[in-house]
């Protein structure tokens, strides 16, 4: 393998590479027998931890009737009813395999539905490793020009440069800046996370997605949501059931099949209807396989309101014990987000409002707390973003408290915080 690893995203050496042998409720366990809290869940998709009985028994039965079978099933219409019955902007929807492949299929309707091609993308929001939107994710500040116009900045050696002339590059949480580029009248659509959770879990300003909204629908713009984090994680129907602001289209993932390769777009019927007879083509020959569709049906019928109570109670207290925990060191940081993903930046005051402000975090500083943390047992996310799920009851909470606080103390008495 390439580098040790299948994504680039699993590139993680400190202190030292992980190899996973399985995992088990809030666990995972790795080849040298230690046992870690997990609060990557597989970057994000395990809402119901590790091996959930209800996920293993599903698939289990599916295998029996059949892997891949090249034509529609039962299971894929289930899952895709639930999904729609769920989803707020889910008129019609379809299934793809990843969230990066569902993002094309989104551009590509707003494209046919408006006869325009350029798309309106906003610093520090990630939508996928294609050429066409692996732009200004993560730019060095003295390289991104401007803030209020910001300078398109290619994500990886090789890509497509002249994919850029089809973007709009714009700063997030900034109503007059988007009103300003929509007026033009070339946009196709509007593509964007309603919170930046790829960066920092960092919410829109009291009326920002309503202003979106209403700026797109003036314009003749579509609006796409990408709740590939969001979706069936921070509320049964996504962001954009949690914040009252419905979209055109909507991109999930991840979360929607609790670790099986499932994607899914939905959005309006007028819209969706284009791939049927609107000559959009969408396709994929792992779309709706049936293993994974027997994941996301088990899945989805899960997310009930006691289960969003419990992850929602239990993150909040671990949010709070960070805070007090850092507080009483102090340790200028923000914990900010949703209980069921949020994100810790050492080195902010405040809670940062957009890529700018999440640019100054000290992230050395983060990293050696990370690392701090995996030395006793606790397994979270380099660049700051922690997931939780069902299976992180009180008492796990409890116990990485305690292992956060040790690893603080451990940190200060050394000056690395």
């Known amino acids: 393998m390439a580098g040790g690893v299948n994504s680039n995203f699993r590139l993680n050496i400190s202190p030292t590479p992980l190899v996973i042998e399985r995992g088990d409720g809030a666990y995972l366990y790795d080849a040298d027998g230690n ?35 090249a034509g529609q099933t039962a299971i894929e219409a289930e899952a895709a009813r639930l999904v729609c019955e769920m989803v707020p902007c889910a008129e019609r929807m379809r299934f793809g395999s990843s969230g990066s492949e569902v993002i094309q299929a989104a551009l590509r309707l707003a494209r046919a539905a408006t006869g325009r091609e350029k798309i309106v993308k906003f610093e520090g929001h990630y939508h996928g490793w294609f ?85 797109c629908t003036r314009t003749g713009t579509i609006l796409i949501f990408d709740e590939v984090i969001t979706g069936f994680r921070i509320a049964p129907g996504g962001a954009q059931e949690y914040f009252g602001v419905t979209p055109d289209l909507a991109t999930f993932g991840k979360a929607i099949a609790n670790g099986f390769p499932v994607a899914a777009i939905a959005g309006r019927a007028d819209l969706m209807e284009l791939c049927a007879t609107g000559g959009v ?52 940081a923000s914990v900010t987000g949703f209980p069921q ?26 990293v050696a707390f990370a690392t701090a943390l995996l030395e006793r047992g606790v397994r979270v996310l380099e660049r700051g973003a922690w997931f939780m799920s069902s299976e992180h009851d009180q008492g796990i909470v409890d116990e990485t408290l305690a292992a956060a606080a040790d690893a603080v103390g451990a940190l200060r008495r050394r000056n690395v915080l």
């Open 281 to 332: 083509l969408h396709g994929g020959t792992y779309n709706a396989q049936p293993i994974a569709m027997a994941a996301t049906v088990a899945t989805l019928k899960s997310l009930t309101p006691a289960l969003y109570d419990a992850i929602a109670g239990n993150g909040t207290r671990l949010m709070d014990g960070l805070r007090t925990i850092f507080a009483s060191a102090g340790i200028p």
């Open 131 to 215: 050429d066409n939107v692996l732009w200004s994710v993560a730019p060095p500040l003295d390289a991104a020009g401007p803030r209020e116009a910001p300078v398109p900045f290619a994500g990886s050696k090789g890509q497509l440069s002249t994919t850029a002339e089809a973007l709009a590059i714009l700063p997030w949480n900034d109503l007059a800046a988007l009103e300003k580029r929509l007026a033009v009248g070339d946009i196709a659509a509007v593509l964007m996370e309603a919170a930046m959770c790829n960066a920092g879990a960092i919410h829109p300003l009291p009326g920002y997605l309503e202003g979106v909204r209403d700026i």
């Open 35 to 69: 046992r870690l809290t997990d609060y990557y869940l597989g970057m994000g998709p395990m809402i119901l931890g590790h091996k959930p009985q209800v996920i293993v028994e599903a698939v289990t039965s599916q295998i029996e009737k059949g892997i891949l079978l």
């Open 341 to 366: 993903v949020f994100h810790v930046a050492f080195g902010l005051d405040t809670p940062a409002l957009d890529y700018r402000d999440l640019a100054r975090m000290n992230r050395p500083a983060y």
